[in-house]
T-cell receptor, first 112, second 111 residues
């Protein structure tokens, strides 16, 4: 079992809709969780992180964490074609110097 | 962009030759990381550093070595490049609040 799992997609949503990206993790020792956006041919860029159960909002993005279910999600409201990218979920653990374990990413396509 | 640069940005080399990739940061972060990214495997940690001369292995360290003689520079060396090391290599730094920021990447092709 992979430590951080994401559906590879592609996930296709119409412009203006809510995109929901999901991630599960296996290590209960993971302390915090990060969402990155990666455009084709570019490096990952940090969107937001969350470490407490519940929701965290930043502009059009909302991260949700449920530690009991070992589940993390990212909601993108009012999706735009410029949101089309691969979204990477990562779990942070203090083990071994503080590592980020990445999922393989979900490809999102927002159709005009 | 957290002040991270990588050089070279693109490199083509032959099997068996040594290759060194450089990561440079301008903000004196203690932790630095080298990842490789391949289709079907995602981002995988090669080596990381937690200070000058302090380094440790990641999950895919075989065939790679690193050095950190200054806070701002973290070097990744492929002692004898193989075709399986064709990949995109990303350097990252970690802030005091545990956020990781990535450099622009180096695309390495081993022929």
């Amino acid at each position: 079992q992979k430590e951080v799992e994401q559906n590879s997609g592609p996930l296709s949503v119409p412009e203006g809709a809510i995109a929901s990206l999901n991630c599960t993790y296996s290590d209960r020792g993971s302390q915090s969780f990060f969402w990155y956006r990666q455009y084709s041919g570019k490096s990952p860029e940090l969107i937001m992180f969350i470490y407490s159960n519940g929701d965290k909002e930043d502009g059009r993005f909302t991260a949700q964490l449920n530690k009991a279910s070992q589940y993390v999600s990212l909601l993108i409201r009012d999706s735009q074609p410029s949101d089309s990218a691969t979204y990477l979920c990562a779990a942070f653990t203090y083990n071994q110097g503080g590592k980020l374990i990445f999922g393989q990413g979900t490809e999102l396509s927002v159709k005009p | 962009d957290a002040g991270i640069t990588q050089s070279p940005r693109h490199k083509v080399t032959e099997t068996g030759t040594p290759v060194t990739l450089r990561c440079h940061q301008t903000e004196n972060h203690r932790y630095m990381y080298w990842y490789r990214q391949d289709p079907g495997h995602g981002l995988r940690l090669i080596h990381y550093s937690y200070g000058v001369k302090d380094t440790d292995k990641g999950e895919v360290s075989d065939g790679y070595s690193v050095s950190r003689s200054k806070t701002e520079d973290f070097l990744l060396t492929l002692e004898s490049a193989t075709s399986s090391q064709t990949s995109v290599y990303f350097c990252a730094i970690r802030t005091d609040s545990y956020e990781q920021y990535f450099g622009p990447g180096t695309r390495l092709t081993v022929t």
